[in-house]
Antibody, heavy 121, light 110 residues
Framework: QVQLVESGGGVAQPGGSLRLSCAAS????????MYWVRQSPGKGLEWVAF????????YNADSVKGRFTISRDNSKNTVYLQMNSLRTEDTAVYYC??????????????WGQGTLVTVSS | QSVLTQPPSVSAAPGQKVTISCSGS????????VSWYQQLPGTAPKLLIY???KRPSGIPDRFSGSKSGTSATLGITGLQTGDEADYYC???????????FGGGTKLTVL
């Protein structure tokens, strides 16, 4: 069965950096697009970034553009989210999610359990 | 303010039916497929409906989805107390080149 396991969350200072990882198993990772989605405390879901199956296309939310970078290593079945210039408003649970196709259709078929990022001084 | 509009809350009695609406525009719902997610308290979201009206394996047929124009609807019949959760609609916005979600609807089973 599909498993998505996020790691790398924790506490960071404003202006700091963190790198999240999402290890995937149970499916042919290189065939599917992958997402990062976040949820601030008590708030709704917010799409953060998408990467196509071969890494050729990437999209970021305006709220993280220029600060966050999504990448993937198909040899390691892992997708990453490099987060720089962190702000307090980036505090959230970050989920990785699997698409149903290789491109962005906006369908989050499987989800990880999430990793908490807290940005605070 | 979310790109997709959902009612903040809905409620109904056990055994009854409820519908949750999701309104968008031609750049998102109008030209892309809609999915629905259930988020139980303290857990990750789970896919309920994809491609407007398809159910993943394991999702009971009490859950249904439909789409018309720039709006979509999630229906839940035979309500159970275990259905109390937040429900989100989502799709891709072709103009924004961005994933979009509704603000979420809290379902209370009275």
């Amino acid at each position: 069965q599909v498993q998505l396991v996020e790691s790398g969350g924790g506490v960071a200072q404003p202006g700091g950096s963190l790198r999240l990882s999402c290890a995937a198993s149970g499916f042919i990772f290189s065939n599917y697009g992958m997402y990062w989605v976040r949820q601030s405390p008590g708030k709704g879901l917010e799409w953060v970034a998408f990467i196509q199956n071969d890494g050729s296309k990437k999209y970021n939310a305006d709220s993280v553009k220029g600060r966050f970078t999504i990448s993937r290593d198909n040899s390691k079945n892992t997708v990453y989210l490099q987060m720089n210039s962190l702000r307090t408003e980036d505090t959230a649970v970050y989920y990785c999610a699997k698409e149903i196709v290789y491109y962005a259709s906006g369908t989050y078929y499987d989800w990880g359990q999430g990793t908490l990022v807290t940005v605070s001084s | 303010q979310s790109v997709l509009t959902q009612p903040p809350s809905v409620s109904a009695a056990p055994g009854q039916k409820v519908t949750i609406s999701c309104s968008g525009s031609s750049s998102n719902i109008g030209n892309n497929r809609v999915s629905w997610y259930q988020q139980l308290p303290g857990t990750a979201p789970k896919l309920l409906i994809y491609e407007n009206n398809k159910r993943p394996s394991g999702i009971p047929d009490r859950f249904s989805g439909s789409k018309s124009g720039t709006s979509a609807t999630l229906g839940i019949t035979g309500l159970q107390t275990g259905d109390e959760a937040d429900y989100y609609c989502g799709t891709w916005d072709s103009s924004l080149s961005a994933g979009v979600f509704g603000g979420g609807t809290k379902l209370t089973v009275l």
